[in-house]
T-cell receptor, first 115, second 110 residues
């Protein structure tokens, strides 16, 4: 298994544009998490899904952010419109309830720069 | 609600010196506690969990329930230990959700 896959790895866009980040979790994992990493705030949980259903989106900054998981192998995080303060590294992670302890497996991240 | 605090954003030590990365947590129940590590150009990955009581890459954890601390220690730091370290907590019944600290960037100097 290639692990959690994220695309694109880097995204540079201009303020006001729509940005879509993509994630493919590890096959068989039933939890998917979206995080944002910044120097100031570290790693923040934005939203997570269980069996494709959003469970907790309290970390989503505002209405400009939305996330979907149409099936077990794909999720998107969309920012519309984007702003410079959204610049960060966005991570996707997955985990399985079958594991006896709570380990999450992370993707390589998407580095987003909003000019 | 649970909270994880890592008081040091940056920590530098010389090679061969002991290193301790501090983590304090607040949670009323019995949490699962973890240390995750992110080496340069690599993915964030699990390093240690408190329940395993094992040593990985020479690192061990020191859980003090009275002080609600979960520090990461290594007696002799190596240059390859330079990385970002995150402390994380999973609350009981949290459905796999982790709360991360803000991270500590460790630099081991030659």
């Amino acid at each position: 298994d290639a692990g959690v896959i994220q695309s694109p790895r880097h995204e540079v866009t201009e303020m006001g544009q729509e940005v879509t980040l993509r994630c493919k979790p590890i096959s068989g994992h039933d939890y998917l998490f979206w995080y944002r990493q910044t120097m100031m705030r570290g790693l923040e949980l934005l939203i997570y899904f269980n069996n494709n259903v959003p469970i907790d989106d309290s970390g989503m900054p505002e209405d400009r952010f939305s996330a979907k998981m149409p099936n077990a192998s794909f999720s998107t995080l969309k920012i519309q419109p984007s702003e410079p303060r959204d610049s960060a590294v966005y991570f996707c992670a997955s985990s399985s309830r079958v594991m006896s302890y709570n380990e999450q497996f992370f993707g390589p991240g998407t580095r987003l720069t909003v000019l | 609600a649970q909270r994880v605090t890592q008081p040091e954003k940056l920590l530098s030590v010389f090679k061969g010196a002991p290193v301790e990365l501090k983590c304090n947590y607040s949670y009323s129940g019995s949490p699962e506690l973890f240390w995750y590590v992110q080496y340069s150009r690599q993915r964030l990955q699990l390093l240690l969990r408190h329940i395993s009581r094992e040593s990985i890459k020479g690192f061990t954890t020191d859980l003090n329930k009275g002080e609600t601390s979960f520090h990461l220690k290594k007696p002799f730091a190596q240059e390859e230990d330079s990385a970002m370290y995150y402390c994380a907590l999973s609350a009981s019944g949290s459905a796999r959700q982790l709360t991360f600290g803000s991270g500590t960037q460790l630099t081991v100097l030659p």
